[in-house]
């Protein structure tokens, strides 16, 4: 019955079609994963290329997605470049056990009632929305792969030369 | 005991399970658990199925691998 | 003898998305029947994952079997009894198994190849198993084929060496209800030809009327079709902290056997660590068309007195507590008990011969994820 309910509400609710690229960043906010107490809006990166990264312990891409964009945070923080991992993890715990192995430095926030996925209207698992400065979301990735890795970081120069 | 316990199984499984429900691909946290998984692990199923496979004529379904077994 | 053959395991997408690369393990079983049999098994695992593609699953086991087997059944004290005639035995069956899989996209293709070996049997068995994931995996086909070659034989007679082919059809389908549950249901059936007769098992039988009793082999058919129908379901209920877990079994063969298996379990979480897995496992059986305790007059031509092919129920218990630790250790130990009964048999109607059968069992199993 609960599920029912829950599936009228989220098509009541006018869950954003898919975010493609040439649509405007999704205006939405999260609690941040270490600090509960913080929202984070995704609107406040204005000014930097931001890539909003879905991610979860259960992902296996993962593995190697959120390494690479450790790396590519760290090379390109300097110059403008802001990562957010929204992580799906149905348990805190879980996440914990994960960034145990791959430990990263940029912000991550937690999404347990969904609103931040449906926002996107995410499909796969992990996808990336890499938003220029402008707060326009320019490339979208779904699921990793080192292609992807290679893509992403030619992306991410092309839009940190653009202004804001 | 025919078709009627099968509908009769059916109708238990469709309560417990709980109706379906659309299932977007971030909402996979909960099928991952360990206990949600199909089967116990390797080593566990293996020596259990044997266990009863041993005194019972029933056997298979979805069973790990072969080589019988000469159990008597 | 029994030949359960190389199929793949069907719920190779068991998770539907965990993230392990890999995992080893080691398990213990110890078994002990009341009066009759002991058995400690150990048994290796492991499962990896290579280059993304590539899937390798493997696992070895030792049975160590003490004890004695009933050999006879004989009604010399008025009614039909099991009798065991000879001496405590011990016996190894080793057995070994390895499955490779290359995923391509959402299909997936797996080949599997297993052995088994004892003093008086031998068993080699062959897989091939396809997998297509559907609608974002929340759909799962499989289907398989498995063709086994066994070898029976005779530690009472060395000029014994008598072959069995199986070929085993699966075809299952996996659904994921909803976030919090998923199903999954497959179909095998499996066709044998060869030598089903337990070499060891006899029969001997007086009559009132007649001075010398009569003593027969166990004859059984020389083929075997069967289809067995599984069904699992998975329902975890985040409120409780806890999964429901249900498999249910229908089979039936042309040996005349319809048997159920229902069993039905707890997992409930405690604190982030550990979690308590209470579980009742019900089995009905109903006996083979040429299962008699006794031998008929005239004698038929296939006939057992075997009480595994008798008409029973069982009921077995069990409790499984699991330890998780960092770094991906798990510990899990398992207790049971098993009870065969003629007076377990769902609508009454046990073999009037059917010993009951009590057993212990303790399982301890040790693995690392990674």
């Given amino acids: 019955m609960r599920a029912l309910a829950a599936s009228i509400l989220f098509a009541l609710s006018g869950a954003a079609a898919a975010v493609q690229p040439g649509d405007p960043l999704p205006a939405v906010s999260a609690r941040e994963l270490e600090a509960p107490a913080a929202p984070l809006a995704l609107g406040s990166f204005r000014g930097s290329v931001v890539y909003v990264d879905f991610w979860a312990s259960w992902c296996v891409p993962c593995r190697v997605s959120m390494p690479a964009l450790e790396r590519m945070y760290r090379k390109y923080r300097g110059l403008g470049l802001r990562v957010v991992g929204v992580n799906k993890d149905v348990a805190h715990a879980d996440a914990e056990r994960f960034l145990k192995r791959v430990a990263v430095s940029f912000p991550l926030v937690a999404d347990g009632d969904d609103a931040v996925a449906r926002a996107f209207d995410v499909q796969a698992m992990p996808s990336g929305y890499l938003v220029d400065r402008r707060g326009v979301v320019r490339y979208v990735h779904r699921g990793f792969t080192d292609e992807t890795a290679a893509a992403l970081a030619a992306e991410i120069e092309i839009l940190l030369k653009e202004g804001g | 005991m025919r078709i009627g316990a099968a509908w009769i199984l059916a109708a238990v499984a469709a309560l417990l399970a709980g109706g379906c429900a659309p299932v977007a691909p971030y909402q996979r946290g909960y099928l991952a658990r360990p206990d949600m998984a199909l089967e116990e692990n390797a080593g566990t199923a293996k020596a259990l199925e044997k266990t009863f496979a041993a005194k019972e004529a029933a056997s298979g379904g979805a069973s790990v691998g072969g080589g019988g077994c000469g159990c008597n | ?370």
């Fill in chain 3, 1 to 370: 003898m029994q030949a359960a053959l190389a199929l793949p395991i069907l719920a190779v997408c068991a998770k539907a998305g965990a993230a392990e690369v890999g995992e080893i393990g080691i398990s213990t079983l110890g078994y002990k029947e009341r009066g009759l049999m002991r058995v400690i098994e150990p048994v290796l695992w492991g499962r990896a994952q290579i280059a993304d593609v590539w899937e390798v699953q493997a696992s070895a086991a030792v049975d160590i079997i003490t004890g004695a087997s009933p050999e006879l059944v004989t009604n010399a004290s008025g009614r039909p009894v099991q009798s065991i005639t000879g001496a405590s035995v011990v016996d190894h069956r080793t057995t070994g198994d390895l499955k490779v899989t290359r995923r391509f996209g959402d299909f997936a293709l797996s080949a599997s190849h297993a052995q088994s070996s004892e003093e008086d049997y031998h068993s080699k068995a062959y897989g091939l198993e396809g997998r297509v994931d559907l609608d974002q995996k929340l759909t799962t086909l499989t289907a398989g084929f498995g063709h086994s070659d066994d070898h029976v034989g005779s530690s009472i007679d060395p000029t014994l060496d008598a072959p069995r082919r199986t070929n085993e059809y699966l075809f299952g389908v996996t659904q994921v209800l909803s976030p919090l549950a998923v199903v999954q249901s497959s179909l095998a059936v499996s066709r044998g030809k060869g030598w089903y007769n337990d070499p060891y098992k006899l029969t001997l039988t007086f009559y009132p009327d007649q001075g010398l009793p009569v003593l027969a082999s166990d004859r059984r058919p020389d083929h075997r079709d069967s289809v067995s129908w599984l069904t699992r379901l998975r329902r975890h209920f985040p409120q409780a902290n806890g999964t429901l877990q249900a498999d249910y079994r229908y089979f039936r063969d042309d040996w005349g056997i319809r048997a159920h298996t229902l069993e039905v379990a707890w997992q409930q979480d405690l604190g982030e660590r550990f979690a308590v897995r209470p579980a009742l496992r019900y089995y009905t059986q109903g006996a083979a068309g040429f299962y008699s305790p006794v031998v008929p007059r005239p004698q038929p031509e296939i006939l057992s007195s075997d009480q595994r092919l008798g008409a029973f129920g069982g009921l077995s218990p069990s409790l499984r507590v699991t330890a998780r630790f960092e770094g991906g250790l798990v510990v899990e130990a398992t207790a049971g008990y098993v009870v065969d009964a003629r007076s377990l048999r769902l609508g009454g109607g046990g073999s009037e011969a059917f010993e009951t059968l009590r057993a212990a069992y303790g399982l301890v199993s040790v693995s690392h994820t990674f």
